[in-house]
Each structure stands twice: as structure tokens, then as C-alpha cells.
């Protein structure tokens, strides 16, 4: 398959799908592979089915599709079946089903004319040919009678009558006797080869007898017949007597104005590489009528595979840099996005005025700025999603989603640590070590390390690329280019695991620090943002994974822009209400209520937290 693929993308054939029939299949495998076919753009696409199939699959494949259409409410359907020889001009496989066996292109061994060996054959009776023991069995078979009392078809015995010289010249002829032939001259020539090195001057010798089999393996591969019996050249080694085919076209005919039938036609050859198509080729498009050619529209996988009657479509040698925001939903995100940017920056600029506010430094000023950074580039990379892919828009794409998630997860996992750290000594006023800006922030940085190591893994080993598809626009011109970047949604998805466990880890330590009502409340703020944001994203990713490619983009915009903005309230909205409010905003000898929000472990202790006293970071 893997070769066939090369070979067909190499000539500008396309392939929509690769299907695979089990073993052991059963009534439901088949329905479903007909089901797949026909879910490839219908009549406006794949109709050409490639078959690699045992006979009896073949035949069950077009049982199942000739009982689909019989029992389907659509419109008829027709598929051009190209298989080769396991095909070949079987009636067995195509009795019946004319209707969708009509227009396939089959292969057989090219068998060149034996007029010698036909004759000999015809001639062989079962009384004069003796020493072929298997020779009786098609005797039986072609005569359906017994030879003798020991013969299955001893009911019927022959009457020593029959012969072969008339009426039997099908029964005879073999699409590899031409073939089999060959192998055995080749292996006697290689034989007698051996017994003239072993045995000079004698006809057999002890020393051929005891003859090692690889020493007989390397004698018969060696040998090159210039001109066999079928008067062709062969060899075991070099394949020179294989690879020659007659194309056949099963075509239907009609007998009268009421009854038709098919039978193989022979269109042409494949003869040393080179395909020779010798009579016109009888074509059915998706609907079952007669067609000129068949032709597919071509899915991504080929980039030039509209030769075969298709206007070809010119493909720039590089994506250009598009911007795609005219769409409605693209207009509300971006919008949507310039004014959680603008609510970033003015709480950052706030909490800078502020610093020293027990509000801002007991919930650790170093994390909400970084916090508000991972909010804001995460609102950002909808701009990834919205630019035409390139290269760098591509690389944009694998690296943001996952680092700038990664960035909000570990500044909130850092911040809910903190306050387990802080409150869960029992002691509001307990001095407590490694709170300070600048361990959370080291904590921080080792947290994203391992974000950075894995995207950076990944780029690295699958650098970014563009690739593009030719699609039916319906207009003029009729097909255009699309790009899109080479990575699938479900590595898209895989790149967020460590998203995940961070998520995990933040929902698990925030259910133990929703309970402390120290520090703003903010242990329960966490936890909701957690739990609302697991919805979310598994929604977002759901669409992503499951959609058509049409609404993947939208659903990852609109998931990150909705996770950005619920953060962004769930977090900071209540430190915005305490700093605003009208209670005092100094320090004194009692903790700060921050409008009734909690105490404020930094003001009761100012102690610990020394340089949150001296910067604002």
C-alpha cells in the first residue's frame, strides 16, 4: 500500500483515504467501508476505489454496495473499481452485480500465445497422460464426471469419450502458465548448470546429490533465459519475465432493448513500464452514466493532481500572510480581545499605583502580573488562528496554545500553594519562608521550564510546515488553494497535557485553600476559575477534535477568549472591588478588611514579606 501510495502520488493520483478490511470481517465492516466511500464528497468527488482484496472480499464489497443503494433513500451511486489481478476476469466476482461492477479496470499476467503448448494440452486424454497424477482432478472438473470408483463424482463417470480438442480451449488457458513455464525452465537450466560444475563429464554424480540447498538456491536465481518458451526473456533474480500486464475493462453490453450483460474487455497493456491503452475504456461517473473519463477532485494529500481534465490551479511557492478576521465570529473575538487587552493593561498599571496595598501584596504582586502576561498572550494568539498559515504562524499556533495556558495554570497553581503555605500553619501571623516574590516567581519559571522543554521537543523534531489543498469554490474560478498547517488536531490536543496536570494540580490544592478566608478569599476564587475552566476547555477541545475543519479555528478562538476572560474576572474583579472600595486603603495596626474581604496576610505581617515593602514587584 505504502508503495502504491508513493508511486500514485508521484503521478499526480490522489487518495482521500486508506481503508483496511479486518480479518474475519462481517456484514457490518463492509456496510461501514461502503458508508466511509461514499462520505468522500459524494458526486462532486472520490468515485475511483483502489481494491487490494482477496476475490471474496471483492465480491462482498460490491454485494454490500449494490445493498446500499438498493436500501439507501439518495440518489444511485457508482464507483470505478481498478484492482488488479486477484480481480483479473473473474466471473465469479461480478456475477450479479453488473450494475456496480460495470466500468472497473482489472489486470491479468500478460499470457503471450503458446500455440505450441495448446496444442499439447488438447491433446493430452486421461488415458495417454499417466504420470500427471494431478491431471485426472482437471479432468473431473472440466467434464464434471468421475474417472474411476474412487472419484468423488462417481455418480457421473466418464465415458472415456471426451476431449479436449473442442470446445474447452477457455478451460486450457491459464493468465500464468506463461509464467509457470518459465519458473520451470529457469529452474532446470540452473539444475543442469549445477550438474555440469559437479559432475564433468557424467549426467549425475554423489557430489550434486549431497549439493548444499543454498549452494542449488544460488545456481537457479543466477540464471538469465534470453529467450524462453513464451519467447520472452527470464530471470528469478532480475524479475525480467514479470511485471506485464493486459488492462482489462469489464464493460456492459446490451443484448437487446431489454436485457444487457458484461463481459472483460482487453483495453490495452503494460509492457516494460510503459502502459499502451489500445481501445476506448467504457467510463461510468458517480450517478451510473456513461462518461467520456473519471475524474476526482483531489483531497490534501496531493499538491498536483489536477492533470487528468481538471483546469490546473497555479500554487504559489510560499502561503501568503492573510488576515481572516471579516467573519462575524472573528470580528466579535477581536473586539472582544482589544478590550480584555485594554482591562489587562489598566489593572497593571493599578496594581503598580497600588503596590503596597495589603490587597496587592497579600496576593503576591509578582504572580498577578504574571498573571495578567499570560492573559494577555493568551488573548493575543487568537491572531495565530486568524492569519492564513505559515511557517511562523503555524510554529505561533503549537507554541502559544500550550505555553501561554501554561503560563496562567502555574501562576495560579503558585498562587494557591502560597496560600495552603500561608494559611494552613493555623497562624495568620506565623512567619513562614519561601512566600516572597521571588520564590514564587522561581517556582514559577521551574513550573514553565518543563512547557518550554516539551513544545521545544516538538518543534524540533517536526518543524513547522505549510501544505495546501485545491478546493471547489463553485464560482469562477472553480477551484482555489487553501493552506493549512501540517500538524493534526490531535496532536494539537496531545501538546496540552502538561496544561492538564497543572489544572489537576491547581483544582486539588485550590479544594483544600477554598475553606481559608485569609488572603481575599482567593483559595475559592481559584477553585471556581478551575472548575469553570475544565468545562471550557473540554468543550473547546471537544468541537476542535470532532468538527469539520470549517469551525476548528472558531472553536479555539473562542475557547481561549472565554478561559482569558473568565480568569481575568474570577481573579482580579474581587481585588479590583477591595482596592476600590471606600474602606481604608492604609496601614494601621489592624489587618485590612479590603471591603470585607479577608484579612491581608502581608499587612498583618509585614515581616515576612520584606521586599514586597521596598518594590512593587
Known amino acids: 500500500m505504502d508503495t502504491f501510495m508513493s508511486k500514485a502520488n508521484a503521478g499526480g493520483v490522489c487518495a482521500a483515504l486508506q481503508l483496511t478490511i479486518p480479518s474475519n470481517p462481517t456484514s457490518a465492516d463492509y456496510v461501514k467501508i461502503i458508508a466511509d466511500l461514499l462520505m468522500q464528497w459524494g458526486d462532486k468527488g472520490s468515485n475511483v476505489v483502489v481494491l487490494f482484496t482477496s476475490p471474496e472480499d471483492t465480491r462482498n464489497l460490491l454485494k454490500y454496495a449494490d445493498i446500499h443503494a438498493k436500501t439507501s433513500s439518495n440518489s444511485p451511486y457508482h464507483f470505478t473499481w481498478v484492482a488488479p489481478d486477484s480481480w483479473g476476469f473473474s466471473t465469479d466476482i461480478v456475477e450479479g452485480y453488473l450494475e456496480h461492477a460495470k466500468g472497473a479496470i482489472t489486470t491479468v499476467p500478460l499470457q503471450p500465445p503458446m500455440p505450441d503448448f495448446q496444442e499439447y494440452m488438447s491433446r493430452l486424454t486421461i488415458q495417454s497422460n499417466t504420470r500427471n497424477p494431478w491431471f485426472r482432478w482437471l479432468w473431473e472438473d472440466i467434464f464434471d464426471c468421475g474417472v474411476d470408483e474412487f472419484s468423488p463424482r462417481r455418480d457421473a463417470m466418464c465415458t472415456g469419450t471426451e476431449s479436449l480438442l473442442v470446445g474447452h480451449t477457455s478451460e486450457l488457458k491459464s493468465a500464468l502458465s506463461s509464467y509457470a513455464m518459465e519458473a520451470v525452465y529457469a529452474i532446470a537450466t540452473g539444475l543442469h548448470s549445477l ?85 476506448e475504456i467504457q467510463f461510468f461517473d458517480f450517478n451510473g452514466n456513461n462518461a467520456t473519463s473519471v475524474v476526482s477532485q483531489c483531497p490534501r494529500i496531493c499538491s498536483d493532481c489536477l492533470k487528468q481534465g481538471v483546469p490546473r490551479v497555479e500554487v504559489p511557492d510560499k502561503a501568503p500572510l492573510v488576515f481572516n478576521g471579516n467573519s462575524v465570529w472573528a470580528v466579535i473575538i477581536l473586539a472582544l480581545v482589544v478590550l480584555m487587552i485594554v482591562f489587562c493593561l489598566i489593572i497593571f498599571v493599578y496594581f503598580l499605583v497600588e503596590f503596597r496595598h495589603p490587597v496587592v501584596k497579600g496576593a503576591s504582586s509578582s504572580l498577578s502580573y504574571f498573571l495578567l502576561l499570560g492573559i494577555t498572550l493568551l488573548l493575543m494568539e487568537n491572531f495565530a488562528f486568524m492569519f492564513e498559515p505559515t511557517r511562523i504562524v503555524c510554529g505561533c499556533q503549537r507554541f502559544g496554545l500550550g505555553f501561554f495556558h501554561a503560563l496562567i495554570w502555574s501562576a495560579l497553581l503558585c498562587k494557591v500553594i502560597r496560600i495552603l503555605r500561608i494559611c494552613g500553619t493555623g497562624e495568620i501571623n506565623s512567619k513562614v519562608s519561601f512566600v516572597s516574590p521571588w520564590s514564587q516567581t522561581f517556582l514559577l519559571f521551574a513550573l514553565l521550564l518543563v512547557e518550554v522543554v516539551l513544545v521545544g521537543e516538538w518543534l524540533l523534531l517536526d518543524p513547522p ?7 471547489e469554490t463553485g464560482t469562477s474560478p472553480p477551484f482555489e488553494v487553501v493552506f493549512y498547517c501540517n500538524y493534526k488536531s490531535e496532536w494539537m490536543v496531545a501538546s ?47 468541537v476542535y477534535t470532532l468538527a469539520v475543519e470549517e469551525y476548528q479555528n472558531p ?56 521586599d514586597d515593602e521596598l518594590t512593587a514587584f
Open 195 to 279: 550438474i555440469q560444475k559437479k559432475c564433468p563429464g557424467s549426467n549425475m554424480c554423489s557430489d550434486f546429490l549431497n549439493s548444499d540447498p543454498e549452494d542449488i538456491h544460488n545456481e537457479i536465481i543466477t540464471v538469465r533465459v534470453a529467450e524462453s518458451s513464451t519467447g520472452r526473456p527470464f530471470s528469478f533474480l532480475h524479475s525480467a519475465g514479470g511485471g506485464e500486464y493486459a488492462i482489462m475493462n469489464y464493460v456492459e453490453e446490451r443484448l437487446d432493448e431489454n436485457t444487457t450483460y458484461g463481459r472483460y474487455k482487453k483495453v490495452g497493456e503494460w509492457l516494460s513500464g510503459t502502459l499502451n491503452i489500445e481501445e
Open 465 to 471: 510546515a505549510v501544505s495546501h489543498e485545491i478546493v
Open 496 to 542: 496540552l497535557i502538561y496544561v492538564f496536570i497543572l489544572i489537576l494540580c491547581t483544582f486539588w490544592c485550590a479544594c483544600k485553600a477554598r475553606k481559608y478566608s485569609d488572603l481575599n478569599h482567593e483559595g475559592a476564587y481559584i477553585l471556581f476559575t478551575t472548575i469553570a475552566s475544565i468545562f471550557i476547555m473540554v468543550a473547546w477541545l471537544l
Open 555 to 610: 472553536a479555539v478562538c473562542i475557547g481561549i477568549t472565554t478561559n482569558a476572560i473568565l480568569v481575568l474576572a474570577a481573579i482580579f474583579l474581587p481585588k479590583v472591588t477591595a482596592l476600590t472600595s471606600n474602606e481604608d486603603k492604609t496601614q494601621g495596626d489592624g489587618p485590612a478588611t479590603g471591603n470585607d474581604m479577608g484579612k491581608s496576610y502581608v499587612y498583618s505581617n509585614p515581616d515576612v514579606n520584606k
